[in-house]
């Protein structure tokens, strides 16, 4: 079995997993753990069930992530082309799972469309399937091509293709798409905020005010903090040879993705940043 098809099944089954806790698994433990479940209205038990799924995919890509970027020697000794095993499998689980809630998104916009998810949805699946597959169809289009004898149309693809085409092995930037991962584990505590306000939970009770300096703290630490030093990162690698052989495409959509999602980080920031205003002033 090729490292692709070992990819394309882990996605598979990644969705299918998401597919099986939202539509039985989460629904069953749910009324086992919380009586009010039952009581919920139809809308409010899809957002229950995906958040379910949410704090599940949060909880083991965070903790995936996290190990890889202290422990993965493979990766952490060339963080451009650095690549490991488990860390395409860490990439593709979460691949799974962002389609599962894209579709989940699209198929009830009325009880839990967000325009915002659905932007940051596909830019990370752009990014992660960059990672792992578009580099090994370069490679498949290059070999079509070259079967073929000199006809125009194989020679303009293949001009096409090596003005794109990296000169590095396939995980390109998986290390840094596996750090991206990491911020899933704030993920887990905005679902869990979700949970309380939706059971009745006051905004001034413990656990939603432990809950707000948990998120806030998380959130701040693992999404804004970090972007400095990462965009400092990519300005001392700009020009090396270990960025040039990237090549064009990979270093826009390096670039390109990352700005789209810290911009989006910011916005959500500024968020948290008036609820605590709002808070602060109404007690």
């Given at each position: 079995?090729?490292?692709?098809?070992?990819?394309?099944?882990?996605?598979?089954?990644?969705?299918?997993?998401?597919?099986?806790?939202?539509?039985?698994?989460?629904?069953?433990?749910?009324?086992?753990?919380?009586?009010?479940?039952?009581?919920?209205?139809?809308?409010?038990?899809?957002?229950?069930?995906?958040r379910v799924v949410?704090?599940?995919?949060?909880?083991?890509?965070?903790?995936?992530?996290?190990?890889?970027?202290?422990?993965?020697?493979?990766?952490?000794?060339?963080?451009?082309?650095?690549?490991?095993?488990?860390?395409?499998?860490?990439?593709?689980?979460?691949?799974?799972?962002?389609?599962?809630?894209?579709?989940?998104?699209?198929?009830?916009?009325?009880?839990?469309?967000?325009?915002?998810?659905?932007?940051?949805?596909?830019?990370?699946?752009?990014?992660?399937c960059l990672i792992?597959?578009?580099?090994?169809?370069?490679?498949?289009?290059?070999?079509?091509?070259?079967?073929?004898?000199?006809?125009?149309?194989?020679?303009?693809?293949?001009?096409?293709?090596?003005?794109?085409?990296?000169?590095?092995?396939?995980?390109?930037?998986?290390?840094?798409?596996?750090?991206?991962?990491?911020?899933?584990?704030?993920?887990?505590?905005f679902s869990q905020?979700?949970?309380?306000?939706?059971?009745?939970?006051?905004?001034?009770?413990?656990?939603?005010?432990?809950?707000?300096?948990?998120?806030?703290?998380?959130?701040?630490?693992?999404?804004?903090?970090?972007?400095?030093?990462?965009?400092?990162?990519?300005?001392?690698?700009?020009?090396?040879?270990?960025?040039?052989?990237?090549?064009?495409?990979?270093?826009?959509?390096?670039?390109?993705?990352?700005?789209?999602?810290?911009?989006?980080?910011?916005?959500?920031?500024?968020?948290?940043?008036?609820?605590?205003?709002?808070?602060?002033?109404?007690?």
């Amino acid at each position: 079995m090729d490292a692709i098809t070992k990819i394309l099944g882990t996605i598979f089954a990644s969705f299918v997993t998401c597919q099986l806790l939202f539509h039985f698994v989460s629904s069953w433990f749910s009324a086992k753990v919380s009586p009010d479940f039952n009581s919920l209205s139809l809308e409010k038990k899809i957002e229950w069930n995906s958040r379910v799924v949410a704090s599940c995919q949060s909880l083991v890509a965070g903790v995936f992530s996290l190990y890889i970027f202290i422990f993965d020697e493979a990766a952490i000794a060339d963080l451009l082309g650095g690549n490991s095993s488990l860390l395409n499998v860490n990439i593709a689980i979460s691949t799974g799972y962002f389609i599962f809630d894209l579709l989940l998104l699209i198929f009830y916009w009325r009880a839990i469309g967000r325009i915002a998810y659905v932007i940051h949805h596909c830019t990370v699946l752009y990014a992660f399937c960059l990672i792992l597959v578009l580099l090994s169809w370069f490679r498949l289009i290059v070999t079509l091509c070259t079967t073929e004898r000199n006809t125009a149309w194989s020679c303009t693809i293949l001009s096409i293709v090596a003005m794109f085409e990296p000169t590095v092995k396939e995980g390109v930037l998986a290390y840094f798409g596996n750090f991206r991962l990491i911020v899933e584990l704030s993920t887990l505590i905005f679902s869990q905020r979700w949970f309380l306000q939706t059971l009745g939970y006051s905004k001034y009770s413990e656990a939603y005010v432990i809950n707000g300096l948990l998120m806030t703290v998380m959130f701040f630490v693992m999404r804004i903090a970090v972007i400095p030093p990462f965009y400092f990162f990519i300005y001392c690698m700009y020009g090396t040879e270990a960025y040039l052989r990237l090549g064009l495409l990979i270093q826009c959509s390096w670039i390109s993705s990352s700005v789209v999602l810290d911009v989006m980080n910011v916005m959500w920031m500024i968020q948290i940043t008036r609820w605590w205003v709002h808070l602060i002033k109404s007690h």
